[in-house]
């Protein structure tokens, strides 16, 4: 996570450099204290009157790094501050976001009250929540960011120079990617194809039913907003490739990574050994050693640039609405 800040850091640095002389960005340090009874205790340095923003990404063990979260939180308020706003690379909590389930917690709907009432959070920035509805548990209602654009200019960057659009088609995981990506396939010019499932219960493994359009012959490039387990990519990888497919590459926007029953190289082992052929992730998640452990299978997105560059907008008070264009480019 701290690689990750520092590269927001530096690409914030530069565009309020090159775009005003009233604001510098100067790392704020904090120090985490852990008692023998194992209460926390944050301390950060002078931000009285200053423009703060705080990263926060999911990385385990998470429930602990929330409650680091909210005492840094609560020390930053206790330093008056002219501005707090709060950056969600990947927001904790955000798939456990509807009581689907009789006596369930919904974590992904309280994080946001106790955000809001308790530590008065009032600006808040999620980059491609895994449900746009979740933005909307925030009041005011959270700023949404898109990483979507970061994967279609990668395909229409490195792919698409050496590959026919007719042979290649956008595959869409489920009627939800199908609904919020809808525009992707026109964006490229390139033909999409559909992967209808179910999902009888609260698992990580739907069921694949059935591929709709052709992908015989094809590339095929899955879009999605996350990566779990890797369960549910592999059995569609393996239905396309059964139906034809000529290469299978899975791109989203936040890379988890995470099986409870597997350690991380046996994960990473299970994917390469896989219909796969690539996968390409944002580090909206610190990827760490799982980089080297995928041995070239796993690309890796830059998320810094885009984030700096939203960051910029939130302090300067202008539109992000640019960012949202599939056809938009970062300087």
Do not use: W
């Amino acid at each position: 996570m701290e690689e990750i800040s520092s590269q927001v850091e530096a690409e914030l640095r530069n565009r309020l450099d090159e775009a005003t002389d009233h604001h510098c960005v100067e790392s704020c340090r904090h120090t985490v204290s852990t008692f023998s009874n194992q209460n926390i205790e944050v301390q950060v340095d002078n931000v009285r009157d200053h423009v703060v923003v705080v990263l926060h990404t999911q990385t385990p063990p998470v429930s602990d790094h929330i409650v680091e979260l909210l005492a840094l939180l609560d020390a930053i308020n206790n330093a008056h501050p002219r501005q707090t706003f709060v950056v969600f690379p990947y927001m904790p909590y955000s798939r456990s976001d509807r009581k689907n389930r009789p006596r369930i917690s919904v974590m992904g709907q309280r994080l946001p009250e106790i955000l809001n009432k308790v530590l008065n959070v009032r600006r808040v920035m999620l980059l491609e929540p895994h449900d746009p509805h979740i933005k909307q548990y925030f009041v005011p209602t959270a700023d949404e960011v898109p990483a979507l654009p970061l994967l279609v200019d990668y395909i229409r960057n490195v792919y698409l120079p050496t590959m026919k659009r007719e042979e290649c088609a956008i595959v869409f995981a489920d009627s939800s990617a199908a609904k919020r990506f809808e525009e992707v396939p026109s964006s490229l010019g390139i033909e999409p194809a559909y992967i209808y499932k179910s999902r009888l219960d609260n698992t990580e493994s739907p069921t694949v039913k059935v591929v709709t359009g052709n992908v015989k012959g094809k590339h095929c490039f899955i879009v999605d907003d996350e990566i779990l387990t890797g369960n549910t990519v592999l059995k569609d990888a393996a239905m396309l490739k059964m139906e034809g497919a000529a290469s299978v590459r899975m791109l989203a926007v936040h890379g988890a990574f995470l099986d409870q029953k597997l350690t991380s190289e046996e994960l990473m082992a299970k994917l390469i050994d896989s219909p796969v052929d690539e996968f390409i992730v944002t580090d909206s998640v610190p990827l760490g050693e799982k980089v080297a452990l995928a041995k070239g299978k796993l690309k890796v997105i830059p998320i810094a640039p885009l984030l700096g560059e939203a960051c910029k907008r939130l302090i300067l008070g202008e539109s992000l609405s640019a960012l949202h264009r599939l056809g938009s480019e970062l300087d």
